[in-house]
């Protein structure tokens, strides 16, 4: 299971959160998104970060280790699946406004660089 791209609590709670061209902004119900970067955000911090398995992945990967070398085939194959991250980060905008995000390797690398 991948990270959620939203926003999980706090101001625009249960909103998306999206990365397009390394642009990362938050999709608002007024249809104006609040960019994540260093103009609009004060200061952010990583929560947590996590590696969770993607199940779909060890799954397929099980199947075809068990196909090509039984039982101890399919414990490797649905082992080797790929770990995917997923970071839970607070950020306080400039406004005073303030939300908790879960995102994604690609979303996360983007809030970095548009934040240094």
Same mark, same amino acid.
Request: aromatic share 6%; charged share 25%.
């Given at each position: 299971?991948?990270? @959620?791209?939203? /926003?999980? $609590?706090? =101001?625009?709670?249960?909103?998306? !959160?999206?990365?397009?061209?390394?642009? !990362?902004?938050?999709?608002?119900?007024? %249809?104006?998104?609040?960019?994540? =970067? &260093?103009?609009?955000?004060?200061?952010?911090?990583? /929560?947590? =970060?996590?590696?969770? &398995?993607?199940? $779909?992945?060890?799954?397929?990967?099980?199947?075809?280790?068990?196909?090509?070398?039984?039982?101890?085939?399919?414990?490797?194959?649905?082992?080797? $699946? @790929?770990? &995917?991250? !997923?970071?839970?980060?607070? *950020?306080? %905008?400039?406004?005073? &406004?303030?939300?908790? *995000?879960? !995102?994604? =390797? @690609? *979303?996360?690398?983007?809030?970095?660089?548009?934040? %240094?």
């Amino acid at each position: 299971m991948g990270a @959620k791209n939203k /926003v999980i $609590a706090g =101001d625009y709670a249960g909103r998306p !959160v999206k990365s397009i061209l390394g642009i !990362v902004q938050i999709s608002t119900l007024d %249809f104006k998104p609040r960019r994540i =970067d &260093k103009t609009t955000v004060e200061s952010y911090e990583l /929560v947590t =970060d996590e590696h969770r &398995k993607s199940a $779909a992945s060890g799954a397929l990967r099980g199947l075809v280790g068990n196909l090509l070398l039984g039982a101890p085939g399919m414990i490797a194959g649905a082992l080797s $699946a @790929k770990s &995917k991250g !997923v970071y839970t980060i607070a *950020i306080e %905008f400039k406004d005073g &406004k303030r939300s908790l *995000i879960e !995102v994604d =390797d @690609k *979303i996360y690398k983007n809030i970095i660089k548009n934040c %240094f």
